[in-house]
């Protein structure tokens, strides 16, 4: 049994106070207004680089990472479909959905749905999206607190519950602008925290050559499965596209224009940052786990990614890729915490709950109308 790791610990203490920090600095732009707009889309005034920032952050999520590297390990690259599909997810909303949304000055990807079926058809669809932002939730924590007991041998528990907390805060006091802006801050530290951990991991003395060990982690190919492998893909590319989170950034871009070119831009930094989770899931099935301080081959592949940290870089680097999954949990819970909210608040509450007060005074139902 390993001691708390307090070095860690404490560096993660002084990311959490920073996060907040900055999600509490950006929430005085919607101080003193009570504007949809304003708190749910920042005002339809998120700009192109910040857009395609934030957009990017929340999709590169502590699942998405911890996932992707358990797959390359579990199953292979062959069949490791979901930075691929959800990338084209953000590809196709960009072609076909992104522009007309933004043009229609909906609020949340629901409307369309409350407008044309009515409350209560949009309340029936809500339980699904508002399900799946739970779901989500739940996953992309259990993979921060799956690393935390890992890398800093801390009881998950508390981990996640001030996690959520501390996302919570922020976004409740400061909205989309307060994600928006922490998702800069969160970009960087996924960025530069994994990109130093894969030299690290390709060059430790217990990793053999990737080039030997390829057919563990190519996977291998049947024409047996190949109709399970084409339903897995379209599950998740298709499910990847009504997704609250990508509508509401698209809903708060300045234009129609800057909606689509956010959305091809963020599906190129999420292949992008697909490859660090990918290339540490494949040193991680050319690695004798026997031979390193962990003794033992690994049971449970969900924590592939924060033992491949722990023990195959060293402990400075480890606890700065533990600060890029913090950061990535971060930055899709907030994410999630918002649309999920958004959806309940205008679609359930105002929509059906008090739907009188949706038709009346609506601006989009407004213009509809005219």
Known sequence: MMAVNWGGLICVVFFY??????GLYASKKTKGTSSTDEVMLAGRNIGLLLGVFTMTATWIGGGFINGTGQSVYESGLLWTQAP???????????????KKMREQDYVTMLDPFQLKFGPMM?????IQALSGELFYCSAILSALGSTFSV??????????????????????FGGLYSVAYTDVVQMICIFFGLWLSVPFTF????VSSIVETSSTWLGTWDNRYAGIWCDYTLLLLLGGLPWQEYFQRVLSAKSARNAQILSFAGSMGCLFMTIPPCLIGIVAASTNWTATDY???????????PLALQY?????????????????????????????????????????IRHNNFTKYDPVVEKKKD
């Open 203 to 206: 060059t430790n003395e217990h």
């Open 122 to 126: 949009c309340g029936l669809l809500s």
């Open 151 to 172: 890398i800093l041998d801390i009881d998950t528990t508390p981990a996640i519950i001030v996690s959520a907390c501390i996302a919570m805060s922020y976004t409740l």
């Open 312 to 352: 195959l870089t060293p402990q400075v680097v480890s606890i700065i890729g533990l600060g890029a999954i913090c950061a990535a949990v971060m930055s899709s819970a907030d994410s999630t915490i918002l649309s999920a909210s958004c959806m309940f608040a205008r679609n359930i509450y105002k929509g059906l």
């Open 295 to 305: 003794r033992q081959e690994i049971k449970d592949s969900n924590i592939v990614l």
């Open 84 to 98: 691929f599909a959800y990338a084209c997810s953000l590809f196709i909303n960009g072609l076909f959905f992104a």
């Open 17 to 22: 106070i920073i996060i907040l920090a900055i």
